[in-house]
C-alpha cells in the first residue's frame, strides 16, 4: 500500500516539475510579455548533450537516474494498447493562424485551442514541435520526424502525443485508414505483419502524401532560421490530423520529458499513424534543426542507460523485478518499484 501512495506522490510532483521547466508557454513558465522566444541553452551534441544534461544543472538529476525515461524503443511489451475510442480528441482549425517558433533545440507551433478527454482527465493543447529523426523508434525502426502535441491538465499533469512523420510520396492516399493489425501469440501487432512482409520483400511501408498541415507550416520556415526567431503561420487546419489520430490507435506507457530536465510521470501516447512531409519541406526542416533526437532509454522500469554505462551493471545482475502496468504505460513493480521511486523524489523535488 505504502509503494502504491508514494507512486501517485511522485506521479504528482514530477507532473508539476514537467510544467516548470519543460511546457514553455503554459502558466509556469509563461512566454515574455515582450512576444522574445526563449532560447533553450542544452544541445544534442558534445558537453550540452544528452550524455552530460545532468552535468548542466543539478535539477536534471532524473537524465542520470530516471527509470521511467523517455524515449524508448516501442516493442511488445514495453506499451499498452490504447484504442482511439478510449480518447476524446477536439483541435479546432486556427483559422488566424498561429506563431510558429525557433527556440534553438526545436520548431515549436503555439496551439489555439484544443483539448484531449483521457483516463477521466481533460488536458488542453500547448504547443507542439518537431524531432529529427523520430525520438522513439517504431520496433527499432526511426522514422525520418516525430512530432510531439504536449497536453496540460488543470492538475497540473502532462500527457504527449507523439505521431511519427515519414517522406511522404506524391500522388500517394492520404493516410487515414487505420493500419493493418492482427493477432498473433495472444498479442496485437500491425509490426508483426509489417517486418515479416519488409523481409520477404513483398509489401515495402505503405506510402503516405505529404500533410497539408505541415505543408503549410514548414512554408515559413525561411523566416525562422535563425533562433529565437518567430513567424505568423497561414491558416492550420487541424481537422487533418485530428481524422488521422482518430482513425488509428495509440501505444501508451508512462515515461518522461525527452528533454531536461527529464521529470517523469509523462503519459505517452504514440500514434500508429503516420504524417507524410514532402522532400523539399523535410530538407528546409533538417537545415534548421539538425539533429534534436535524445538517445532510446531503456525499457520502463529498468535502471537508467547511463547507469550501466558508467557503473558496468548488467541487465541480469540488475535488481529487475519485473515492469507491471498502469493507466497508460509502464512502471516497476514491487518494491524495486518503490526504491525507484524514491530515488527520483530525492532528485527532483
Known amino acids: 500500500m505504502g509503494g502504491h501512495i508514494l507512486k501517485a506522490l511522485f506521479l504528482a510532483v514530477s507532473a508539476r516539475q514537467v510544467l516548470a521547466s519543460c511546457a514553455y508557454g503554459t502558466h509556469l513558465q509563461p512566454r515574455a510579455e515582450t512576444g522574445e522566444v526563449k532560447v533553450n541553452t542544452f544541445g544534442y551534441t558534445g558537453q550540452i548533450g544528452p550524455l552530460n544534461w545532468h552535468g548542466l544543472d543539478a535539477a536534471n538529476g532524473a537524465c542520470l537516474t530516471g527509470r521511467q525515461q523517455s524515449p524508448i524503443d516501442m516493442v511488445a511489451g514495453t506499451f499498452n494498447m ?3 475510442s478510449e480518447l476524446a480528441i477536439d483541435i479546432p482549425d486556427f483559422t488566424a493562424g498561429t506563431e510558429f517558433e525557433n527556440l534553438g533545440t526545436t520548431l515549436e507551433v503555439i496551439a489555439k485551442g484544443g483539448t484531449l478527454g483521457f483516463g477521466g482527465k481533460t488536458f488542453t493543447l500547448q504547443q507542439f514541435h518537431f524531432h529529427l529523426p523520430s525520438e522513439h523508434l517504431d520496433n527499432g525502426t526511426s522514422q525520418a520526424m516525430e512530432m510531439h502535441m504536449v497536453w496540460q491538465s488543470e492538475q497540473q499533469e502532462i500527457a504527449v502525443i507523439g505521431v ?4 511522404a510520396t506524391e500522388g500517394a492516399a492520404p493516410a487515414v485508414a487505420a493500419p493493418i493489425v492482427v493477432e ?3 498479442r496485437f501487432s500491425r509490426r508483426d505483419v509489417e517486418l515479416e512482409r519488409r523481409q520477404n520483400g513483398t509489401v515495402a511501408t505503405a506510402a503516405v502524401a505529404p500533410s497539408t498541415l505541415l505543408e503549410t507550416i514548414f512554408s ?3 523566416a525562422v532560421v535563425t533562433p529565437g526567431t518567430k513567424v505568423e503561420t497561414a491558416p492550420l487546419i487541424m481537422s487533418e490530423v485530428v481524422n488521422l489520430l482518430k482513425a488509428n490507435s495509440f501505444q501508451g506507457y508512462m515515461g518522461s520529458l525527452t528533454t531536461p530536465p527529464c521529470s517523469e510521470g509523462v503519459n505517452w501516447l504514440v500514434s500508429t499513424a503516420r504524417l507524410g512531409v514532402s522532400a523539399t519541406s523535410f530538407l528546409k526542416v533538417r537545415d534548421i534543426i539538425g ?3 535524445r538517445f532510446p532509454q531503456n525499457k520502463p522500469g529498468q535502471p537508467n542507460v547511463l547507469q550501466f554505462a558508467s557503473t558496468g551493471l548488467s541487465v541480469q545482475n540488475s535488481a529487475l523485478s519485473g515492469v507491471s502496468f498502469i493507466p ?5 513493480a514491487g518494491e524495486t518499484g518503490a526504491t525507484a521511486v524514491q530515488e527520483e523524489v530525492g532528485v527532483t523535488v
Open 82 to 84: 490504447v484504442p482511439a
Open 164 to 167: 511519427y512523420i515519414q517522406i
Open 184 to 186: 498473433r501469440r495472444g
Open 220 to 222: 515559413v520556415t525561411d
Open 291 to 293: 539533429f534534436n533526437s
Open 328 to 332: 497508460g504505460g509502464a512502471a516497476p
